[in-house]
C-alpha cells in the first residue's frame, strides 16, 4: 500500500496470501500492476487428473485473485512442461562454472535422478523470464475460473482455450515456449553471477 508505483506480484506457490489480502484491504487490487503466476493449467493437473498443486492448495484463494480484476498471467503445466532441463542444457549451464550455475547443475541432476526423467522441466523460472523477454513465451487470452464445487474437478483451472463461453478473457495463459530463446536467457542471468 506505501509504494508509490503499481507492484507486479510473482507468486511461484498457493495464492493464500494474496487471496487474504485481497479480501482483508480490498484497496491493495489498486496497487497491483499484474499478477504473473506459476500454477494452473488449461490441460490436465499434477496432483488430481483435473487439478495443479499450487491452486488445489488453496482453490478458494485462487478464486479471489482470478475474480479480482487484477491482469493475470499463468504460466501453468502445459507451458513449464515444455522447459525441459536436457543434457545439453544442463552442459551449457555447467561451462560456466559459478556458484549459480553449480547450484543449478546439482539441482537438475538431483531431480534427474529422483523423478527418474531424463529432462525435468523447471517451472518456477518461467514467470521472470516472461517479464525479462516476452517474446521467449507465447501467451494466449482466455476465460478462466476455479471449480470450488465438483469433487472430482476441485481445484481445477477451466479455462475457456476456444471462447465457446463467450466471456472477456481474464488470463493471458502460457501456451508455447520459444525453447532456445528461454534457456539463452536462463544462461545468460547465470553468467551475470561472475561479475558478483
Given at each position: ?123 518456477d523460472p518461467t514467470t521472470i523470464a516472461y517479464i525479462i523477454d ?41 501456451v508455447r515456449l520459444d525453447f532456445d530463446r528461454f534457456w539463452n ?12
Amino acid at each position: 500500500m506505501n509504494s508509490d508505483e503499481k507492484i507486479t506480484l510473482v507468486p511461484i506457490g498457493p495464492l493464500t496470501n494474496i487471496g487474504m489480502a485481497m479480501r482483508f484491504e480490498p484497496k491493495i487490487i489498486e496497487k497491483i500492476n499484474r499478477i504473473v503466476l506459476m500454477g494452473g493449467s488449461y490441460q490436465l493437473g499434477n496432483t488430481t487428473p483435473a487439478a495443479e498443486f499450487n491452486i488445489l492448495a488453496d482453490p478458494e484463494a485462487a478464486h479471489i485473485v482470478f475474480t479480482s480484476g487484477v491482469k493475470l498471467v499463468m504460466m501453468g503445466l502445459d507451458l513449464t512442461r515444455q522447459t525441459l532441463a536436457t543434457k545439453e542444457v544442463v552442459d551449457n549451464i555447467r561451462t560456466l562454472n559459478n556458484k549459480a550455475s553449480r547450484v543449478f547443475v546439482e539441482s537438475m541432476e538431483f531431480f534427474t535422478s529422483a523423478q527418474k526423467k531424463n529432462a525435468p522441466p523447471v517451472h518456477d523460472p518461467t514467470t521472470i523470464a516472461y517479464i525479462i523477454d516476452p517474446e521467449c513465451i507465447e501467451v494466449k487470452p482466455m476465460f478462466c475460473e476455479i471449480e470450488l464445487w465438483s469433487e472430482k474437478s476441485y481445484g481445477r483451472t477451466i479455462c475457456d482455450y476456444f471462447g465457446i463461453l463467450k466471456k472477456e478473457p481474464n488470463v493471458d495463459v502460457g501456451v508455447r515456449l520459444d525453447f532456445d530463446r528461454f534457456w539463452n536467457l536462463v544462461y545468460e542471468n547465470f553468467k551475470l553471477y561472475d561479475n558478483l
